[in-house]
């Protein structure tokens, strides 16, 4: 009988990996004054994957993907995007990402279609035609030669898209980009990004504090908290299925007596649960019926992305 | 080389899609046209150097004008938090800046060129028959439109380093508003400072960036206003008060982390 009695679940396994990382993050701090903003970030994004990165409010998501944009200097370690480094060679290195940081602002006293034309010629890999597609792609056609001082929230969030795919880029960064986007527009740009990465081949680093909503898209998700990584795991692999099994055993008034039995497990709010595996669920039965205790019943608890969350976060507390 | 044309570009879109700018334009446009004809009323016999002279005591106001737009262009990408998706651009940030100047410094030549230009039409229109050797001002001699033609150029130098100026703060301060007031003050108290720390008086007062600007002191006398100086010492001196400001406006700009 194997009772995994460790609470955290083990990070994912970085077996699946193929490919040369797309973003390697070598020992990256940052300090700003004397506090610490991010300390010894060591991380790889495989390719082709759309990469979550979780953390709560003030965790440093928003300076981690500053510093991977050039936008801020890291203190000390390096950043490499697809092969180059961000500091020491930014512009080949920042040829390949596309990127939202914070709110997508925008030059408000020009239309939608002009601000496009704007990015469209810092590069010269953009064609008109290219313009039009990703206009029609984010849904902007009948409002894009409108002032962006008239759009809405979420028209903005899609402009923010917008300039960011113009280029096709090989990496693109979204700091919370489902931020003000209507269930339509979250839905349309999650199933863009999946197929980005499917059909082209995109990464997608994304980072948010919807934890629901990561589990949609992400294929891996690494947790941030107070500037320090503290997992990386992948969804939807066999590993989260097997670690994460919790099974909840009712068995009525004798849980502590149960629980002594057992010599394993916990009581979490007046029920005893226990990590196993399949063959342990079977077993446990097992010796609880051969010890009198009757089993009312049992049921897997099924804990979202979100609950464990929270529980490594300790409730997410501003840092 | 032809790509980095593409940025200046942006930048003059940036400046004249505001109606601010436009708003400018009007107003240097009105005082373009409008003072000759006031001249004409007020002084029996001008000629058009004479006019022209006397129009260009309004260069204060492309001055303020650029000064306004220059500081924006770099300080109003960071209170609109544009800057962000600015500098994610397969473009260092010192092209980026760059391309900034060069189009405040356009904006300046087409601000002087559209006040200059429809000045003297006006002035040719009304006056052009005019014999034209009354000085209004009554203090000129020599060739007035020499005269105008040479102040015309040290205008646009004393212009370009206040514009350069504004752009300094506004890359060290990214605030727009602090980065024209400071520069205003500047332009009217220069006079002052000047005034408190006199050349002919003081050793230091010589290396003032103040008392080596307006070079049409030299025009009547080789020596300056204060009789200590010339022409080439106060072009050494504006030099290098120039190249200082740029360098340190692209040196913080460049060093800066945008948290924006
Ligand atoms: N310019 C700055 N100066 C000082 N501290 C800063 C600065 N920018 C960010 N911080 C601090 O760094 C920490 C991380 O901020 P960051 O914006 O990266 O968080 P975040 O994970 O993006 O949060 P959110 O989910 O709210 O967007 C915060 O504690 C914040 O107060
Ligand atoms: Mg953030």
């Not at chain 1, 990469?51 to 928003?62: A, C, Q, R, V």
């Not at chain 1, 894009?144 to 795919?165: C, E, F, W």
């Not at chain 1, 986007?181 to 995109?202: A, C, F, M, N």
């Amino acid at each position: 009988m194997e009772i995994i009695s460790d609470k955290m679940p083990v990070p994912g396994s970085k077996s699946k990996m193929t490919g040369d990382p797309v973003v390697r993050f070598d020992n990256v701090v940052k300090r700003i004054g004397r506090k610490t903003i991010i300390e010894g970030l060591t991380l790889d994004v495989p390719p082709g994957q759309v990469f979550g990165f979780l953390g709560p409010n003030g965790s440093g998501k928003t300076t981690t993907i500053r510093m991977m944009t050039g936008l801020m200097a890291p203190s000390s370690g390096d950043i490499v995007i697809d092969g180059r480094s961000i500091t020491r060679d930014f512009e080949q290195a920042i040829s390949q990402v596309g990127a939202i940081v914070e709110n997508p602002e925008m030059y408000s006293y020009l239309s939608g279609y002009r601000n496009l034309k704007q990015y469209a010629r810092m590069r010269s890999d953009v064609t008109k035609e290219r313009i039009d597609e990703v206009v029609q792609f984010t849904g902007l056609d009948r409002r894009i030669h409108d002032k962006v001082s008239t759009y809405s929230l979420g028209m903005r969030q899609r402009l923010g898209v917008a300039q960011a795919i113009l280029h096709r880029p090989k990496l693109l960064i979204l700091d919370e980009p489902t931020n003000g986007l209507d269930p339509q527009g979250i839905r349309e740009l999650r199933d863009y990004l999946r197929e980005l990465t499917r059909k082209e081949g995109t990464t997608v680093f994304v980072s948010s504090h919807l934890l629901s909503e990561m589990e949609l898209m992400c294929d891996t998700v690494a947790i941030i908290q107070a500037g320090k990584l503290i997992d990386v795991r992948e969804l939807h692999g066999e590993a989260d299925i097997h670690a994460t099994l919790e099974t909840i055993f009712d068995v009525g008034e004798r849980i502590e007596e149960a629980l002594a039995l057992l010599g394993g497990g916990e009581i979490r709010s007046g029920q005893l649960v226990v990590r196993t595996n399949r063959e342990g669920i079977a077993e446990i039965n097992n010796l609880f019926v051969q010890a009198g205790i009757a089993v009312y019943g049992i049921r897997a608890l099924t804990r979202t992305l979100e609950d464990q969350f929270l529980e490594m976060t300790g409730g997410g507390g501003i840092v | 080389m032809f790509n980095f044309f593409r940025l200046v570009h942006n930048e003059n879109i940036k400046i004249y899609a505001r109606v601010r700018t436009w708003i400018m334009l009007g107003v240097l446009g009105l005082v373009g046209l409008l003072m000759p004809v006031l001249f004409g009323y007020v002084s029996e016999d001008i000629g058009v150097w004479s006019a022209m002279n006397t129009l260009l005591q309004f260069w204060f106001l492309p001055t303020v004008f650029t000064i306004a737009v220059a500081a924006d262009t770099v300080a109003g990408e960071f209170s609109r938090g544009t800057i962000k998706l600015l500098l994610i651009r397969p473009w260092s940030r010192i092209k980026i800046l760059l391309s900034k100047y060069i189009a405040v410094a356009l904006f300046m030549l087409a601000l002087y060129a559209l006040l200059v230009g429809l000045g003297l039409g006006m002035s040719v229109l009304l006056f052009g028959h005019s014999s034209g050797t009354t000085d209004i001002l009554g203090q000129l001699s020599g060739s007035l439109s020499d005269y105008f033609w040479w102040s015309l150029l040290y205008r646009l130098v004393d212009c370009l380093i206040y514009v350069t100026m504004a752009f300094m703060f506004s890359s060290v301060f990214r605030s727009n508003s602090l980065s024209v007031a400071l520069t205003i003050i500047l332009l009217f108290m220069g006079g002052l400072i000047t005034l408190l720390v006199n050349p002919a008086k003081y050793e230091l007062g010589r290396y003032l960036l103040f008392a080596n600007m307006d070079l049409s002191q030299y025009i009547s006398d080789e020596t300056g206003s204060y009789g200590v100086s010339s022409l080439g010492f106060s072009l050494s001196v504006l030099a290098a008060y120039y190249v200082s400001f740029l360098i340190l406006t692209f040196w913080v700009f460049r060093k800066r982390d945008v948290a924006a």
